[in-house]
Every structure is written in structure tokens, then in C-alpha cells.
């Protein structure tokens, strides 16, 4: 909006999609203020108050007429949060329109944290009986899995939820906010919101939001429209360069591995820079276990509980079969309705039967309280214990809110009520950093709750611990 004309240009776009109120993410206007546009619109607009202040950041909303006259009063909250007010013909609800302009997913902790703190402060003072529409530019990939966030989204969602999406998720939780764009079903296309200039990637990471007690007035929204304005976000540089080289050799694989940094994420591959430098005799020394070559593990045994292992259909159902012939001989029987067939990458689709009935085939299951799933590894337990910690969270809210308890008595709640709700069966977790910062990032919302810390208080982490 900071080029000549952008302004007007908006504001025609706006007529043409018929919108009463459109949300605008990164105007690169300064101050904050309000002015009426020639074309008839009001723009209300919040940026940089600083003098000599950078041109980035910036929020707006530009209101029709008929929202320029239910408008009741507006707020700004920096360069990243606006907020609206508006009359609806039911009388003593407002309708709070909050836009926003999140921190990329790269950005710092801290101002992440800042950010989302403050925006937790802005929807907090909106009433509860008044509809609450948050919507805006999140930088956040909420994904397809809705695991344990049921109650605010559905599973129409892009691509794989980040750390801003995790953040984002549970904000939505704690307010009780749906998120439109993953209730929905559309087609891949209509979903992204944004397009690299290659157009090889897409990314939803734009949402509308809206408060739970009036999701039933939330109509099909389809954020992908994108007017004939809109540029790529950088300029697609030549690629076409002459280039001609053999493949590394074995000394240039060695050296490029000493020179991986250790304590860095793991690539697309999942490995860490530690296991790539670490041989096995490495490995043994360090961890005091023996590892055992070419050998496979056939079965896992706990008590009355077995998990059969097997690379093939056939050996599977002839496992399968051995097992129950063997059980029925000392007289046992193995329960078909609690017996589950979980598949990983495998190429025949057909059924594992026992006794002529046929085994259910699931793509994950929950043991002893933990979640295996067809993916592997922990990230689906990590959800899932994130999820019932949440649950367990929100239904001592009360306990939270009361001032006769200390803060020391809540921590000590928090401890043993939630904490290991969230880190039951944790021993088991892959510890990646991916995992880490999922953990922290829901115990310091927690914890900031509990100890009442919002904007304009600024506590660091490694304060709050």
C-alpha cells in the first residue's frame, strides 16, 4: 500500500468482491490513524509509531459504508494488531473484528512470544457474548491433522502444521476459535494462500477465525481469490546456468560430513548431523548397547499383550495363524475385536484373517496410552499428549483464575495435573528439536496463563522457567 496508487487499487478490488470490511496485512504505513479514501471507503490503519520509523509491518481495515456506519470504535496495537467494533442487528452484541500480521515461522522466539501474547491480550478483552472474527496473515500452517484440536478445526486443512502453527493452533484453543479455512472442503488450488514465484510450493497460511459460539454463522469462505494485483512475493531470479560436475567423491562426502555443526535440525531425511559423524562403535560406547547385525526382531512381548512384526502379507498371516494355533493349545484365545493390523509402505492392500474373520486394518492405534501410527516415530504421541493436556489444562480454568491460591500452588497443580498428562510416556519420544519446541511452547502458554503475564509485560522464557 506504500506504492502510489495501491490504495485506490484496494479499494476497487474491494467493490468488485462486494466486501463490507477487508483485512489488510503488511501496508508498510507508519503512525496509526484513520482517513476517508475519494472512492468513498474508510481506512483504519496502525503501523510504526516511531519517529523515523522503518516502512514494514503494518495492518489496516478498510470498511465500506454501510461497516463505516455500524462502526463503534477501533483500536490499535502496533504494527502487527488492529482491532474493530461494530454494531449487529442484535441488540447488545458487537461484532470484534481483530486483523493481524504475524512473525514469519524464522523469526525469534522472543518476538514471536511478544506477538502472540499481545494478540492473546486484544482477543481476551473482547466479551464473550460478542462474535469475535480474527483473521489475518499467521504465517502459520495449521496442516491436516486435527489431532487434538478437534473442537476447533476440521481436517481440511494444507500441508504439515509448523512451530507458528502449533503456537497458533493453541491460541484458537484457549479462546475457543474456529478456523474457517479448515472446516471446509476444496480443491488443493483453492486452499493455498500462498505461491512461491516458481509455483512449485503452497502454503495456507492465512486464516479467518471465528469464535465457537457463533461457528454456526460461518458461511463457506474461500481465502484463494487473489486479485489481478497481487505480485509474487520476490522476482524469479536466471536459473539457467551452464553448469557441468561430476559426482562428489568419497574424500568430499567424508570432509563435507566433519563439517556438518552438531546440535542443528535434521534435514528432509530426518537424520542428525550426530548419527551421520557417530559410527556404531561410537554408538555402543556411548549408549552401552550392544547392537546385534542382521538380525530382525520377529515379535514384542509385554504380559498378555503381543505386537507381531513382519515385512510381508504372507508372513504376516502365517504368523498370525501359528499364534492362535499355539494359544489355543493351553487355552487361551486371542481377542479379534482388539486385535489390529497397522501397515507401513506396504504394497498389498489384502486383509490379515484370523479364524475366517477379518482383522481391522487401522492407521494408528493408542497402547498404554501411547499412539503408534503408520507414519512412525512420535510426532502423532507428541500431538496426542499435547492434546489431552490441553484438555486437562482448560477444565481447571477456575483453579487458574482464583487469586485466594498462591502462584506456587498453581505451579504445583499444573505439575501434577497437566505436566504429566503432557509427558506421560515421554521416555519413549524421539527428543528432536521439532519435539522440543512443541513441548515449550505449550507450557510456556500454560505457565503465562497461570502467572497472568500479558501484554504490555515482557518476560522471557528462561525468566518464566
Known amino acids: 500500500m506504500w506504492e502510489t496508487g495501491k490504495t485506490i487499487q484496494i479499494a476497487l478490488e474491494m467493490r468488485r468482491y462486494d466486501l463490507a470490511v477487508l483485512g489488510i496485512s503488511e501496508t508498510h504505513w507508519t503512525q496509526a490513524g484513520q ?40 483500536e490499535s496495537h ?17 461484532m470484534n473484528i481483530i486483523q493481524c500480521y504475524a512473525p514469519t515461522n524464522d523469526s525469534n522466539d522472543d518476538i514471536k512470544d511478544q506477538f502472540f501474547e499481545r ?5 481476551e478483552k473482547c466479551p464473550r457474548k460478542d462474535l469475535t472474527i480474527l483473521m489475518g496473515d499467521l504465517n502459520a500452517k495449521v496442516g491436516i491433522d486435527n489431532t487434538g484440536y478437534e473442537d476447533i478445526m476440521g481436517r481440511h486443512g494444507l500441508g504439515e502444521r509448523n512451530e507458528n502453527g502449533e503456537r497458533f493452533a493453541n491460541l484458537c484453543a484457549f479462546n475457543k476459535l474456529v478456523i474457517g479455512g479448515t472446516i471446509f472442503p476444496h480443491k488443493r488450488i483453492h486452499k493455498a494462500t500462498w505461491i512461491s514465484p516458481d509455483h512449485t510450493t503452497e502454503n495456507q497460511i492465512d486464516h479467518i477465525c471465528i469464535n465457537k459460539k457463533f461457528r454456526r454463522t460461518m458461511e463457506d469462505e474461500l481465502l484463494n481469490r487473489p486479485a489481478s494485483m497481487n505480485p ?38 530426518n537424520i542428525p548431523a550426530e548419527a551421520l559423524k557417530s559410527d556404531i562403535e561410537a554408538s555402543e560406547k556411548k549408549h552401552r548397547i550392544q547392537w546385534t547385525a542382521q538380525n ?69 492405534f493408542t497402547y498404554l496410552g501411547s499412539t503408534v501410527d503408520e507414519q512412525g516415530g512420535s510426532d502423532a504421541n507428541v500431538k496426542a499428549r499435547i492434546g489431552k493436556a490441553r484438555t486437562a489444562f482448560l477444565q481447571l480454568k477456575n483453579v487458574w483464575n482464583l487469586k485466594q491460591l498462591s502462584t506456587n500452588i498453581k505451579v504445583r497443580i499444573f505439575n501434577t495435573n497437566v505436566k504429566t498428562v503432557l509427558l506421560y510416556g515421554a521416555e519413549t519420544w524421539r527428543t528432536t528439536t521439532t519435539t522440543i519446541k512443541k513441548v515449550q511452547v505449550f507450557v510456556n502458554s500454560c505457565l503465562r496463563k497461570i502467572l497472568n503475564i500479558h501484554f504490555p509485560d515482557t518476560i522471557s522464557n528462561s525468566l518464566l522457567w
Open 78 to 94: 502496533g504494527s502487527r494488531i488492529i482491532k474493530a467494533s461494530f454494531k449487529t442487528k442484535k441488540e447488545g452484541i458487537l
Open 35 to 74: 482517513k476517508r479514501l475519494a472512492t468513498g471507503e474508510m481506512l483504519l490503519y496502525s503501523g510504526h509509531e516511531e519517529d523515523n520509523a522503518p516502512h514494514t509491518q503494518g495492518v489496516a481495515l478498510m470498511l465500506s459504508k454501510l461497516a463505516r456506519n455500524a462502526l463503534v470504535g477501533w
Open 119 to 123: 494478540l492473546q491480550s486484544v482477543i
Open 296 to 364: 530382525q526382531l520377529d515379535d514384542l512381548d509385554f504380559a498378555d499383550d503381543l505386537a507381531l512384526l513382519s515385512r510381508t502379507h504372507e508372513q504376516m498371516q502365517m504368523k498370525t495363524a501359528s499364534v492362535a494355533a499355539v494359544f489355543a493349545s493351553v487355552g487361551l484365545s486371542i481377542h479379534k475385536g482388539k486385535s489390529k493390523v497397522l501397515k507401513f509402505k506396504a504394497e498389498n492392500s489384502s486383509s490379515i484373517t484370523l479364524d475366517g474373520k477379518t482383522l481391522e486394518d487401522v492407521e494408528s
Open 232 to 269: 509474487p512475493d520476490t522476482k524469479a531470479a536466471h536459473t539457467d546456468l551452464p553448469i557441468d560436475v561430476n559426482p562428489p567423491t568419497k574424500e568430499e562426502i567424508k570432509m563435507a560430513v566433519r563439517q556438518i555443526k552438531n546440535g542443528k535440525a535434521a534435514g528432509p531425511d
